[in-house]
Nanobody
Framework: QVQLVESGGGLVQPGGSLRLSCAASGFTLDYYGVGWFRQAPGKEREGVSCFHSSDGSTYYADSVKGRFTISRDNAKNTVYLQMNSLTPEDTAVYYC????????????????????????WGKGTLVTVSS
């Protein structure tokens, strides 16, 4: 059974840091591609960061460049999202997603067609940035 489970969310003050984790079971998490998405209240889901396993390319949304870092631990079949210098605008439910088949580009995975390319989704973890 394929499963993605996110953890690490919570309440943090502006300027603080959090590390989200996404543990996979039932398949190899980053065999084709993996990514993090978020949805803030009243807003559409957006791609935060994705990794394309075949060509090694990485995507970061402009709003998180220089602050967030995606990484993987293949031995643990886990992907992480290190989030630094958090602002209230980062408040959202964060979802992990992974592709189950070859993907086209990292931009397609993360921005233009994530529902087409990402086959597996976690249930999300809430991040709240507030003083």
């Amino acid at each position: 059974q394929v499963q993605l489970v996110e953890s690490g969310g919570g309440l943090v003050q502006p300027g603080g840091s959090l590390r989200l984790s996404c543990a996979a079971s039932g398949f190899t998490l980053d065999y084709y591609g993996v990514g993090w998405f978020r949805q803030a209240p009243g807003k559409e889901r957006e791609g935060v960061s994705c990794f394309h396993s075949s060509d090694g390319s990485t995507y970061y949304a402009d709003s998180v460049k220089g602050r967030f870092t995606i990484s993987r631990d293949n031995a643990k079949n886990t992907v992480y999202l290190q989030m630094n210098s958090l602002t209230p605008e980062d408040t959202a439910v964060y979802y992990c997603a992974a592709a189950g088949a070859p993907v086209t580009t990292v931009q397609a995975m993360c921005v233009t067609e994530p529902t087409l390319w990402m086959d597996y989704w976690g249930k999300g973890t809430l991040v709240t940035v507030s003083s």
